[in-house]
């Protein structure tokens, strides 16, 4: 059993007037083989939980802690991270114009467990975490992300989980322009990981629909950069009734 365990995290962005504080003192524990929702309006501060746990530059961590069993995350560098089993899946994937995707897999497995992984159980585990989100063995060949579809970008990222195997992976509003299908797939492989291992998962979004194929243990909702309340699956669905306007959302 493993824990994430963030305390009282603060984090700030430099904008044109100076710092503002995004994240107003978070509290959240995710134990392996759990699955936490995060939710919350545009600008309540999700994706920059998200961002600023794996280490983006762009976000200041102005107090609090964040660790792995005890080990203190936030000392780390965004590599380190990687390999103390934290995984993001990002809202955009970027572009890496001539890497291919084969390479970037084995490059990235390499890294996190600092050996290179035999070639012919690689090319089988990698062969078939494909077959099963349904992406096209051409695939493999593709340089990163260049041309890729929405969908074929998030079903990228969820490869990355299945194959690299983390600890505990944040999913940043995965199930965006993904159409039904899509993130039915996508869903399934975040499933098949978890019933595979003990990850921990933190999954953000906006909307239930994802949650009905990926159920969450507990739901966060973030407001204005604190955690305005917390319940089990039934407070997504009276979220997606209901909305936020009973939280006020201010700018507080």
Do not use: C
Request: aromatic share 6%; glycine share 8%; charged share 25%.
């Amino acid at each position: 059993m493993s824990i994430l365990s963030i305390r009282d995290l603060h984090v700030s962005v430099e904008t044109d007037t100076g710092a503002k504080e995004i994240l107003r003192g978070i509290n959240l524990d995710i134990n392996s083989n759990e699955t936490h929702a995060v939710m919350g309006p545009n600008g309540s501060g999700k994706s920059t939980l998200a961002y600023a746990l794996a280490g983006h530059p762009t976000y200041t961590i102005t107090s609090g802690s964040a660790s792995i069993d005890g080990e203190d995350l936030l000392g780390m560098s965004v590599d380190e991270r990687a390999k103390a089993g934290l995984f993001l899946a990002m809202q955009y994937p970027v572009e890496v114009p001539g890497v291919t995707v084969t390479n970037f897999l084995r490059t990235a497995k390499t890294a996190i467990d600092g050996e290179a992984p035999k070639l012919r159980t690689w090319t089988k585990e990698l062969s078939q975490a494909m077959k099963d989100l349904r992406v096209d063995p051409e695939f493999a060949s593709r340089n990163v992300n260049e041309g890729f579809s929405g969908g074929e970008k998030k079903r990228h990222e969820i490869l990355q989980m299945e194959l690299l195997k983390p600890r505990f992976a944040i999913l940043d509003e995965t199930d965006s322009g993904l159409d039904v299908d899509a993130l039915r797939i996508v869903s399934e492989g975040v499933n098949r990981v978890k019933s595979q291992s003990d990850v921990g998962i933190l999954l953000i979004t906006h909307y239930t629909r994802i949650l009905r194929y990926i159920k969450p243990d507990y739901v966060h909702v973030i407001i204005n950069g604190r955690v305005a309340e917390e319940g089990g699956a039934e407070l997504a669905e009276r979220l997606e009734n209901e909305g936020y306007d009973r939280f006020q959302v201010v700018d507080a």
